[in-house]
């Protein structure tokens, strides 16, 4: 069966330092993978995905994530974190042939201090 | 540039009681999907569309409903409220060309049962 595992509920550091939040997965076939982040009150917003091909993955807001076959991971990162960046956090991997639905991971919270 | 419009944004019921959440899309994308969003849990898929007439179960349908008459509307209906259905509710819309295409998602129902 396909998962998603984020296993930090929080991570916290100081602006300016280096971010990555991490995330595992276990999917049949070829995983198409996807980082969403969320704001208070709002919906999910699509930051980056993984399909094919080079295995670190550049995306919105200077957010980048690195796939890892060997160890079915899929970490976001950020060379230097903003205050702005704090938010929720979701990791999710398409269920294969499967009307694109996602399975989300339990999402992340970041937290960024001045 | 509406993309994918919810109402209410807030709620409360009494135990029992019914209502429908509604959402609508203007990108003219097939696929729709109804999630629930409870903390720590990440997102639990409801229901799903992937065109007018046509729906199908998630993880999580028990005590929901829905109908997808049009294109742009899938509306989620609660027939018999109870306190367990207590959550945040997404609706998201997705381009089926390309099975990497990101889900777009509205900006939430909060939703108390009392």
């Known amino acids: 069966a396909q998962s998603v595992a984020q296993p930090e509920d929080q991570v916290n550091v100081a602006e300016g330092n280096p971010l990555t939040v991490k995330c595992t997965y276990s999917?049949?076939?070829?995983?198409?993978l996807f980082w969403y982040v969320q704001y208070p009150n709002r919906g999910l917003q699509f930051l980056l995905k993984?399909?094919?091909?080079?295995?670190l993955v550049k995306g919105s807001y200077g957010f980048e994530a690195e796939f890892n076959k060997s160890q079915t991971s899929f970490h976001l990162k950020k060379p230097s974190a903003l205050v702005s960046d704090s938010a929720l956090y979701f990791c999710?991997?398409?269920?294969?042939?499967?009307?694109?639905?996602?399975?989300f991971g339990q999402g992340t919270t970041l937290q960024v201090k001045p | 540039n509406a993309g994918v419009t919810q109402t209410p944004k807030f709620r409360i019921l009494k135990i029992g009681q019914s209502m429908t959440l509604q959402c609508t899309q203007d990108?003219?994308?097939?696929?729709m999907y109804w999630y629930r969003q409870d903390p720590g849990m990440g997102l639990k898929l409801i229901y799903y569309s992937v065109g007018a007439g046509i729906t199908d179960k998630g993880e999580v349908p028990n005590g929901y409903n829905v109908s997808r008459s049009t294109t742009e509307d899938f509306p989620l209906r609660l027939e018999l409220a109870a306190p367990s259905q207590t959550s945040v509710y997404f609706c998201?819309?997705?381009?089926?060309?390309?099975?990497?295409?990101?889900?777009?998602f509205g900006d939430g129902t909060r939703l108390s049962i009392l």
């Open positions: 999917v049949s076939g070829n995983p198409y």
């Open positions: 998201a819309s997705r381009n089926p060309a390309g099975e990497d295409q990101p889900q777009h």
């Open positions: 993984y399909i094919t091909g080079d295995n």
């Open positions: 999710a991997v398409r269920v294969p042939r499967n009307t694109g639905k996602l399975i």
């Open positions: 990108m003219n994308h097939n696929y």
